[in-house]
């Protein structure tokens, strides 16, 4: 597949900051969010033109289908989202359009990286990526100087087009070639996370995942829950999902499979639209509310489980058959589960924001 190098525009660096108007917001500052003043941490998306970074935006937060990308246009000024789902999942994400230069008069590194999170530099794999790669030590040189504590992680972007081999030996030699440019500069504290990414399929949602995992300061408390929670409840895998985003803010500490996730992922499909077309609505609550459940027998005696956290959180359990008989021992579980993440998410609204991690 190839994408035509259309982008016949073109851009001043003098770009300005604008705001997505679907979401509200407006370019009012670093990091306000206009709803109780507490700030939220910023996760930058940068990278090259065309490399897939503001689809990446709309697919994981607006629910745009992938093919629909293609029409995309191209972002000629930062454009700034206020993601505001679930209690865990609140942050700002900055498009940056693909030509920012670092030692332009107009490029504000305090207010771009000051009280960033993190910078997920996305590069195009079924493209020729030296250019992509001195871009990303400049942006990683100039953010470590002004903050220091960013995390830096890298999308290797559109690998759908790539066989299995060639994507490892891809991110092999990007990770290399990048680290090396980095210890050659003198930066060899800084660490790069580097992830496989497509829209095309789960990966995409899986590295977001880890991304927004990151900034959450309470997470390991969160898997400490989920460990409990499954180990005495005959359960093998356990998510904790932002149903809007479709993202897992924790999981417990057994490794996460793909084919896991996709499947937790489609069930919460399936269940969220079921619910908002047929489903029950009150005033103050929508069709999916803390009471929803939902129980689906796959044919290889394997049961998946959801259960509302709350509003916009959801647990997707995967359990063997046989297990899902005690479903009572479950329930209690779950109940106590649930209330051990309330008590987190109090702290967390008490608690406020610092370092740009949510706390
Ligand atoms: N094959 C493939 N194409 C992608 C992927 N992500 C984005 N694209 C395409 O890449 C092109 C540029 O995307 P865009 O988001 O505008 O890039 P940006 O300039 O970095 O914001 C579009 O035609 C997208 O459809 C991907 O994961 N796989
Ligand atoms: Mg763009």
């Known amino acids: 597949m190839s994408y035509g190098n259309d982008e016949d525009e073109v851009y001043t660096s003098n770009f300005e900051i604008g705001s997505y108007s679907e979401t509200g917001v407006d370019g009012d500052g670093p990091s306000s969010n206009g709803s109780g003043g507490i700030r939220k941490p910023k996760i930058l998306l940068m990278g090259l033109r065309r490399s897939g970074k503001s689809s990446i935006q709309k697919v994981v937060f ?52 000051g009280d960033c999170g993190a910078i997920i530099f996305v590069i195009d794999a079924q493209d020729d990526y030296t250019d992509a790669l001195s871009k990303l030590c400049s942006t990683v040189r100039k953010a470590y100087k002004v ?56 990966s995409i949602f899986e590295a977001f995942s880890k991304v927004v995992q990151k900034l959450i300061s309470e997470l390991p408390t969160l898997e400490n829950l989920l460990n409990i929670f499954i180990s005495n409840s005959g359960i093998e895998k356990a998510f904790l999902f932002d149903i809007l985003s479709k993202l897992y803010v924790a999981t417990d500490s057994s490794p996460v499979d793909m084919q896991s996730y996709e499947l937790c ?76 993440i309330h008590n987190v998410f ?14």
Not at 78 to 90: E, P, W
Not at 163 to 182: C, F, G, M, V, Y
């Open 62 to 113: 607006h629910k745009m289908s992938p093919n629909e990308t293609l029409f995309l246009e191209s972002t000629n000024k930062i454009v700034k989202d206020n993601i505001c789902n679930s209690t865990f999942v609140q942050f700002e994400i900055w498009d940056f359009p693909g030509q920012y230069e670092f030692y332009d008069s107009t490029f504000d590194g305090d207010l771009c990286f």
């Open 265 to 340: 992922c489609d069930m919460i499909d399936v269940a969220f639209d079921i619910s908002t077309i047929y489903g029950w609505k009150s005033e103050d609550k929508g069709p999916f509310d803390n009471e929803s459940q939902c129980v689906i027998h796959l044919n290889n005696s394997t049961v998946l489980y959801l259960r509302e956290v709350s509003r916009c959180l959801a647990l997707v359990c995967i359990l063997r058959e046989d297990n899902f008989e005690k479903q009572g021992l479950i329930d209690y579980n779950f109940v106590c589960l649930r209330e051990g």
């Open 147 to 202: 903050n220091p504590d960013i995390k830096f992680e890298v999308f290797i972007h559109k690998v759908d087009g790539l066989s299995d081999d060639h994507k490892i030996e891809t991110q092999r030699d990007i990770h290399q070639r990048a680290n090396d440019d980095l210890l050659d500069m003198g930066y060899q504290g800084v660490h790069l996370s580097f992830y496989l990414t497509s829209i095309y399929d789960h």
């Open 346 to 359: 109090d702290l967390k609204m008490t608690g406020g924001l610092t370092n740009g991690c949510l706390i």
